[in-house]
Structure formats: C-alpha cells, structure tokens
C-alpha cells in the first residue's frame, strides 16, 4: 500500500512536469512549421528543394540514467531496508523499556511515516532520472528545429549566384531598396534576396511587402490607378510588430487585420497583408532571431542538444 501511494504521487507529479516541458517544445515545433508554410511558395518560386524536416525520436531512444533501486537492493530497495531496519530496532528498543516511552498507535504511525519517506525518496530520485531524460529529449527538439529554421532561409538567401531566378529576383529587390534610401548601397543584392512576398493595403493604396533576412520593403503605388511607385524600407533590427484587432464583425470592418511597425515605442509604419497577419508577424520575428544568431542559442545542455542531427546513430551513453 504504502508503494503504491507513494508511485502513484510519483507518477501525477511526474506528468505535469513532462507535460509542460512538451508544450514548450510543440510550441517552438508550430513556429518552425509557420515558418516552412511561409516560406513554401519562395521555394517553389526558386525552384529550390527545401531542406528536409527533421523527425524527432521516441523518448525511450535517449538513454535513461537510472536503475531501479528494487534491481539493486532487493525486494524494496536499499533506503525502504534501511528504513526497515530502522523500524525493527525502534521497536525492540521500546519492548526493552519497562516503562514504554510511545503507545503502539504512536510507534505504528512513526514506522509508517519512516518508511513512506524512504519510498518517496527512492521515487524522487527515480522521476528526476526520468525528467533529465525528458528534458534531453526537449532540448534536442528544440534544438533541431532551431537549425532547421536556419537551414530553410540559409538555403533561399545563400543561392545567390548559382540560382538565376534567386539573382534576378534580389537584383530587382536591390533596384528598390536603393529608390527607398540613398543609405541602401551598403547592402549587396546578394544579401538583399527575398525570402517572402506578399499584397499589402497601406492606407488607401495597394501595394505589396517584400522581406529578406535583413530588411522589409513595401512598394506602393502613390496614385492608385494612374502609377507611380513608393518604396519604403526598413532595417528588421530593432523593429517591433504589433497586431492591430479589426472589429469582430466582417459586416462592420470588411479589411484584414492591421499591423503597426514600431522601434523604440515610435509607430513608422502601419499596413494591412492580404490575409494571415499573425501568421506573418511571427514569420517576422523568427526572421529577425535568424539575423542576429547567439553562439549560446543552441547550447542548451552539456548532457544533450544536438543528438541525432546529423545521423541515425544512437545518442551517447550518459554517465
């Protein structure tokens, strides 16, 4: 009895903390799959094969540093035994008295609660070993979707002269990027191609958003109808997006949602993309974390990281 209460805390405790280490990594695994669905029509556009997803792996293939105390020290194990022990020479001791110092209900109740603690205890230890296992397998999640995320953009910007339709397209980002700002030549098109594009509304014109690894452009048209272009261009570092609600009513606010463009609590710039406006401010900050890479983003743990990226051979054994 007392084994199985103490297993089944064990275990409830066990599943929340688990739980919450997934949902981290099912959210960093949604945001690198918004990230391939944004940049699909780009490849498809380019004629480039996408890098290939990395699959992630059962937890039972990581290795799990523990061996059960009940292996070790048959049948409870060794702290249950001690405690036992402990439980066997309290009562002797007190048969001994002449004068018993705890009544039998008092003895029972301290026997139980030494040996309870020393199964809890056996149990601790068992579900950090089990954590640590699942903790190794998070970080390696995270950790493949992070490079795969790199991979994705480093494919498209990196094909920069050996893929015609990527130059062509970079050069003609470059041709407006320079109508937007006379600072614009310190940029090469080969570090100006086009990751993402799409129709904007700005205001009362039309238009549409172009994004490569560094910049967003927007190229609109001064006088709908009648011509004449607008290009607008702005630096991704240290930009901040906001989503701006339209009424919940399609009858009272027909337009797609708004997004502001601000840096350092200043809006610059306010547009409106032809749907999708979530989706694309979270395409624009992983774009942005992909431009100012950390050395220490994918160190997540000496124990784990990048296990099973670049090969089907198991992990290392931990010790």
């Known amino acids: 009895?007392?084994?199985?209460?103490?297993?089944?805390?064990?275990?409830?405790?066990l599943l929340k903390s688990a739980s919450e280490l997934e949902e981290y990594a099912r959210e960093a695994e949604y945001t690198c799959a918004n990230l391939i669905q944004m940049l699909r029509p780009t490849f498809d556009a380019y004629e480039i094969e996408p890098?290939?997803?990395?699959?992630?792996?059962?937890?039972?293939?990581?290795?799990?540093?523990?061996?059960?105390?009940?292996?070790?020290?048959p049948p409870w194990g060794m702290k249950v035994m001690e405690a036992l022990n402990r439980v066997s020479a309290m009562?002797?001791?007190?048969?001994?008295?002449?004068?018993?110092?705890?009544?039998?209900?008092?003895?029972?109740?301290?026997?139980?609660?030494?040996?309870?603690k020393a199964f809890q205890q056996q149990d601790d230890e068992e579900q950090g070993a089990?954590?640590?296992?699942?903790?190794?397998q998070v970080m390696d999640r995270l950790a493949k979707m992070q490079a795969h995320k790199r991979a994705s953009i480093g494919a498209i910007r990196d094909s920069y002269g050996r893929n015609l339709l990527v130059v062509q397209a970079?050069?003609?980002?470059?041709?407006?990027?320079?109508?937007?700002?006379?600072?614009?030549?310190?940029?090469?098109?080969?570090?100006?191609?086009?990751?993402?594009?799409?129709?904007?509304?700005?205001?009362?014109?039309t238009g549409t958003l172009y994004?490569?690894?560094?910049?967003?452009?927007?190229?609109?048209?001064?006088?709908?109808?009648?011509?004449?272009?607008?290009?607008?261009?702005?630096?991704?570092?240290?930009l901040e997006f906001g989503i701006q609600e339209s009424s919940s009513s399609l009858l009272m606010s027909p337009l797609p949602t708004s997004i502001s463009v601000t840096r350092g609590g200043e809006e610059l710039y306010s547009f409106r993309p032809s749907h999708g406006a979530h989706r694309l401010v979270a395409f624009l900050k992983v774009v942005q974390a992909m431009a100012n890479p950390d050395d220490e983003e994918l160190t997540f743990s000496d124990r784990g990281g990048l296990l099973y990226m670049y090969g089907d051979s198991p992990p290392p054994k931990m010790y």
């Open 130 to 136: 089990r954590l640590g296992r699942k903790n190794v």
């Open 170 to 205: 970079a050069d003609e980002f470059h041709i407006k990027a320079q109508q937007a700002s006379s600072s614009a030549d310190e940029k090469s098109p080969e570090d100006q191609v086009p990751l993402y594009k799409c129709s904007v509304l700005v205001r009362s014109s």
């Open 211 to 238: 994004v490569t690894s560094t910049q967003i452009l927007f190229v609109t048209q001064f006088i709908p109808i009648v011509g004449g272009q607008k290009c607008t261009l702005f630096d991704l570092e240290g």
């Open 1 to 13: 009895q007392l084994r199985r209460l103490s297993r089944e805390g064990m275990i409830v405790s």
């Open 51 to 73: 890098p290939a997803l990395p699959q992630p792996l059962p937890l039972t293939a990581y290795p799990l540093d523990f061996t059960s105390p009940q292996s070790s020290c």
């Open 91 to 116: 009562t002797s001791e007190e048969n001994t008295n002449e004068i018993p110092t705890k009544s039998s209900y008092e003895l029972g109740d301290e026997a139980i609660q030494m040996v309870l």
